[in-house]
């Protein structure tokens, strides 16, 4: 990490020095944290269309994945049990690597309209297990791929971040054109395309191959 930025003599480098600049933690705060998942938490879970995945690989390297579908996409099992499926994508696999090599995850669900969010920090594994992920199955196409997590914690996260970056408030959208399509920002990077071609493409795997 560059060290040239901010001055060393500012830096929080231990947990007594976090704790002394940020302050206490408010007994409700400490105390609103599960170990499972309860008919609130369930219920938000059936409201979400999308969520961020965040895992390690184990050497320090992390990784934060956007996973969405329609409401309701991941599974509860049981109280102590999600199921993500994975629908089509770019194959880098990342977060799948990084399970397999470091099995923590934290996962971010929202819901539209709703400012509060739901946080659920867990173990995770990978299954190919076919009869499980069928029920998952979207337009005659089951995920091949999915992840099992084991919940250690669930709670709820104020919306004060969503209030701040107003997320939700259509006044607020950026007008698309506005910004260079995935295409023409790919074909610049990578010298490898394009930028017509790779919008083309793009557009076909929006349209075609969402699963």
């Known amino acids: 990490m560059d060290d040239c930025f901010d001055d060393p003599a500012a830096r929080i480098e231990d947990q007594a020095s976090l704790r002394s600049h940020i302050g206490p933690v408010s007994p409700v705060v400490q105390h609103k944290v599960l170990n499972r998942l309860d008919q609130f938490c369930r219920d938000f879970i059936a409201l979400s269309p999308f ?5 390690s690989d184990g050497k320090g390297g992390a990784d934060a994945s956007p996973r969405g579908d329609m409401p309701g996409f991941v599974r509860v099992l049981d109280d102590r049990t999600l199921l993500i499926p994975d629908r089509r ?9 990084n399970v397999i ?15 509060e969010t739901l946080r659920v920090n867990g173990m995770a594994r990978v299954t190919r297990d076919a009869e499980l992920l069928a029920p998952s199955t979207v337009q005659q196409r089951p995920p091949l791929t999915g992840f099992i997590v084991a919940v250690d ?12 970056s107003k997320l939700w408030d259509p006044a607020c959208q950026v007008p698309r054109q506005s910004f260079p399509t995935l295409g023409r920002i790919v074909a610049e990077q990578t010298k490898l395309v394009e930028a017509d071609a790779a919008d083309r493409n793009l557009e076909e795997a929006y349209r075609d191959r969402l699963y």
């Open 153 to 164: 914690e669930a709670y709820f996260h104020c919306g004060k971040a969503l209030i701040r």
């Open 51 to 55: 969520l961020v995945l965040a895992t």
């Open 101 to 115: 090599s470091s099995s923590g995850v934290g996962i971010v669900f929202m819901v539209p309209g709703i400012s």
């Open 89 to 97: 994508g770019n194959n880098r696999a990342d977060s799948f690597g």
